[in-house]
């Protein structure tokens, strides 16, 4: 909570996005949890902002969560107007990205900004090619690895997905309270649970770019996305998901514009909890505050589910693993 500053809430036109789904928080912890504290999880990014931006809903109909394409899009164009440098996607649906569509027009306003879009592929084993944002020019859309690197078997695939995240048996920070998402927690009464899907693999990357823009602020989203993709770690899969699984140490020894790396972990420096409610501009009604881009998004068919496996990420147990220092790294 200490790296969170204000966001909005594009379901009821109101400045406090709560999330009441639980997958939010997930995909957040996961990019900036803080660390060096002894507690829970640390996400890529020690000190970073997180301007929650709501664009889902849960429905009473499905399992499934509901994200319709008019506020996921206005999400979209507020984040760029409102200083976000780096936009995480952990959602979609089935539907090409058609030139000229309510998703590209939003995705291109974006990027032409500045800012790094990041989106996950979806978890049907499907080409990514025909679902939106994942297909929309100007991503970088992340597929599924698992632990020992082979596709994750819900990761959708293809020509448009850039590069592979884990995205199995993943442990992040989770909301108390009545969410949707079921979850298991741990002992004690903290709330962290493990989940999976490319909702899961997406803000690993979008924690690296921002922890590549800390280091190099001068990086364009071309370079930030070439930078990411030209240094991760070769895998071989069944199906494409970018033909590489990100190294996060590599892209910074690679594109922090000779930034020494730290040797040892730095502590978090205080935050504010929240930052001023962004101002809308003058004329616009208060409970819907459209950025204006350079094109209005045009409406197309809304999808119908999120991106988690059946609708509903199934928890899978942590894992351990026995380390040792590498002497190659540990001075």
């Known amino acids: 909570s200490a790296n969170l500053v204000s966001g909005y809430n594009f379901i009821n036109g109101t400045s406090s996005a709560q999330d009441d789904l639980g997958h939010g928080t997930h995909v957040s912890g996961t990019i ?28 009473s109909t499905s399992p499934y969560n509901r994200c319709p394409t008019n506020t996921t899009t206005q999400g979209v164009v507020y984040a760029a107007d409102n200083g976000a440098k780096v936009i995480n996607m952990s959602l979609g649906g089935q539907g090409s990205c058609q030139p000229g569509s309510a998703y590209e027009s939003a995705i291109s306003y974006a990027t032409s900004k500045g800012v790094v879009v990041v989106v996950a592929a979806g978890n049907d084993s499907a080409n990514a090619q025909g679902y939106s944002p994942a297909g929309c020019p100007g991503t970088l859309t992340v597929g599924a690895s698992t632990q020992s690197d082979a596709r994750a078997n819900f990761s959708n695939y293809g020509s448009v997905v850039g590069i592979a995240s884990p995205g199995t048996a993943i442990t992040s920070t989770y909301p108390t309270g009545n969410v949707s998402m079921p979850c298991k927690n741990p ?17 690993l990357v979008a924690g690296a770019a921002a922890l590549l823009l800390s280091a190099n602020p001068s990086l364009t989203p071309a370079q930030v996305k070439n930078c990411l993709i030209q240094n991760g770690d070769p895998i071989t899969t069944d199906r494409p998901i970018g033909g590489v699984r990100l190294n996060i140490f590599k892209a910074l020894q ?19 909890t929240r930052s ?29 589910r999120g991106f988690e496996p059946n609708g509903t990420p199934v928890p899978t147990p942590d894992q351990y693993f026995s380390c040792k220092p590498d002497p190659n790294c540990v001075k």
Request: aromatic share 2%; glycine share 10%.
């Open 187 to 203: 002992p004690g009464g903290l709330n962290y649970c493990t989940s999976q899907g490319t909702s899961m693999a997406s803000p």
């Open 254 to 272: 690679a594109c922090s514009s000779g930034i020494p790396l730290p040797t040892t972990p730095p502590t978090a420096s205080p935050l504010p």
């Open 32 to 59: 900036g949890a803080v660390g060096n504290n002894n507690i829970g999880v640390v996400g890529i990014n020690w000190s970073v902002r997180i301007m929650p931006i709501k664009v889902c809903e849960p429905t």
């Open 276 to 304: 001023p409610t962004p101002t809308l501009r003058p004329g616009e009604p208060t409970h819907t505050p459209t950025p204006a881009p350079t094109t209005r998004p045009t409406a197309i068919p809304l999808p119908t």
